[in-house]
């Protein structure tokens, strides 16, 4: 089974190649991983003592970003080597300052695993949530290297569970210890025989109560908000957004909207500004320089990307994207953590911090126009309903947080 794995990841690599030339995302996906070897021969010397983590994409990397700064405090005299496997994670944090090098992880073949390994020699492997790349496993297993995966989620329909997973199975035999998110996962690893398990929680939970000790404040956002009952549209995909502005376009001027949408290309941006009669201004606009009286606009476009977590500290109400297509909802954490009321789609089930919230009422899942203007009328015009939903939300993320700390004392 390995032998046919390594002939798919060959022949996978050499398809991404072609799609490069008519993707820009693959073209980056190819393009990045080019310059892997050289930025870790310029940054890791063979003397340096190293950790690795692993994030899937964005999503990962702020997942795991708590254990990061941790481990980074508990073994200073460690250089810290954080990888990612999709672009969108990549380009957004190449630059980030809690690693000392950053980079894409080849693609697993086993002489790609070989050359990264022993280019980083690590003393401790973080995986965060999932990706089981059995070529890197195995590598490290050989060389003794302890090997963790922290907020991992199983599910009964993965592979590992089935009467065929037995490769699948192999690859997480190559762990010392899971981290897992819930007693669900905890039971399914104890079903195929694995006991070096803890429930941890989910360090998410970490990286956003910690948000609220840092300054979140943007003048700008604040001159917008004028004091107004503010509507924070985060994430929004053409399907939210398509539901939403006939709704703001009918919506009382004194309350103002906010929209970050989760693709940011020109063109997008501009069809989204024109199918909106309010006033409306861009953040691109704002950077201009120009003398703009923020506060006579009545929708602000959030064309840029990193700020979305500050300006959620000024919502008064939150409404997060994904939940109305196939793609995933985004993370609601985020507006929780600042006590703000939550609208979501009804595509949420895989995610267990939706469903406690909407459980707990703390946030509304609309399936449909009728429903999600239903929910906006009444967060709008009763401030107790949202301040209720508000106090549920922010205690829910503040009863979960933890997992990092169970995490180190383990280490």
């Known amino acids: 089974?390995?032998?046919?794995?390594?002939?798919?990841?060959?022949?996978?690599?050499?398809?991404?190649?072609?799609?490069?030339?008519?993707?820009?995302?693959?073209?980056?996906?190819?393009?990045?991983?080019?310059?892997?070897f050289t930025i870790l021969q310029n940054k890791i010397a063979a003397t340096d003592k190293t950790i690795w983590f692993h994030a899937a994409s964005l999503g990962e990397y702020e997942q795991g970003l708590p254990v990061i700064e941790k481990i980074k405090i508990k073994f200073p005299n460690h250089k810290i080597v954080v990888t990612f496997f999709s672009p969108s994670g990549y380009e957004v944090r190449k630059n980030n300052t809690v690693a000392d090098a950053t980079v894409y992880l080849p693609l697993d073949t086993k002489s790609n695993a070989k050359r990264f390994i022993q280019a980083i020699h690590p003393e401790l492997v973080f995986f965060i949530k999932y990706e089981y790349w059995p070529n890197y496993l195995n590598e490290l297993q050989k060389l003794n290297v302890k090997t963790?995966?922290?907020?991992?989620?199983?599910?009964?329909?993965?592979?590992?569970?089935?009467?065929?997973?037995?490769?699948?199975?192999?690859?997480?035999?190559?762990?010392?210890?899971?981290?897992?998110?819930?007693?669900?996962?905890?039971?399914?690893?104890?079903?195929?025989g694995f006991n070096n398990v803890k429930i941890s929680g989910d360090t998410r939970f970490d990286r956003v109560v910690s948000i609220l000790e840092r300054d979140n404040s943007l003048d700008f956002i604040e001159q917008f908000k004028d004091n107004k009952t503010t509507i924070v549209i985060g994430s929004s995909w053409p399907k939210d957004e398509n539901l939403l502005v006939n709704y703001i376009n009918n919506a009382p001027d004194n309350v103002k909207f906010i929209i970050?949408?989760?693709?940011?290309?020109?063109?997008?941006?501009?069809?989204?500004?024109?199918?909106?009669?309010?006033?409306?201004?861009?953040?691109?606009?704002?950077?201009?320089?120009?003398?703009?009286?923020?506060?006579?606009?009545?929708?602000?476009i959030v064309d840029t990307i990193g700020i979305l977590t500050k300006i959620y500290s000024y919502a008064d109400i939150a409404y997060?994207?994904?939940?109305?297509?196939?793609?995933?909802?985004?993370?609601?954490?985020?507006?929780?953590?600042?006590?703000?009321?939550?609208?979501?789609?009804?595509?949420?089930?895989?995610?267990?911090?939706?469903?406690?919230l909407v459980h707990q009422e703390g946030c509304v899942s609309a399936s449909n126009s009728d429903e999600l203007y239903e929910a906006l009328d009444n967060l709008i015009s009763n401030e107790d309903i949202r301040h209720e939903k508000g106090h549920i939300c922010a205690t829910f993320v503040q009863m979960n947080k933890g997992a990092t700390e169970i995490i180190l004392k383990h280490l």
């Open 260 to 300: 970050a949408p989760h693709n940011i290309k020109s063109e997008q941006i501009q069809e989204l500004k024109k199918s909106i009669t309010k006033k409306t201004i861009l953040f691109s606009e704002v950077r201009t320089g120009r003398d703009l009286s923020l506060r006579e606009y009545n929708v602000f």
């Open 148 to 192: 963790y995966l922290i907020s991992g989620i199983f599910r009964e329909n993965q592979a590992f569970f089935k009467g065929y997973g037995g490769f699948y199975r192999n690859a997480l035999k190559t762990f010392d210890y899971f981290f897992v998110q819930n007693e669900s996962s905890k039971k399914l690893l104890q079903s195929i």
């Open 1 to 36: 089974m390995l032998f046919l794995y390594n002939l798919i990841v060959v022949f996978t690599s050499q398809v991404v190649k072609l799609l490069a030339i008519f993707s820009p995302k693959m073209k980056l996906f190819v393009e990045g991983r080019k310059e892997v």
């Open 320 to 356: 997060v994207g994904g939940g109305f297509g196939t793609a995933g909802l985004h993370n609601i954490l985020e507006p929780a953590t600042f006590g703000v009321p939550i609208i979501i789609g009804p595509n949420y089930s895989n995610f267990a911090e939706a469903i406690a």
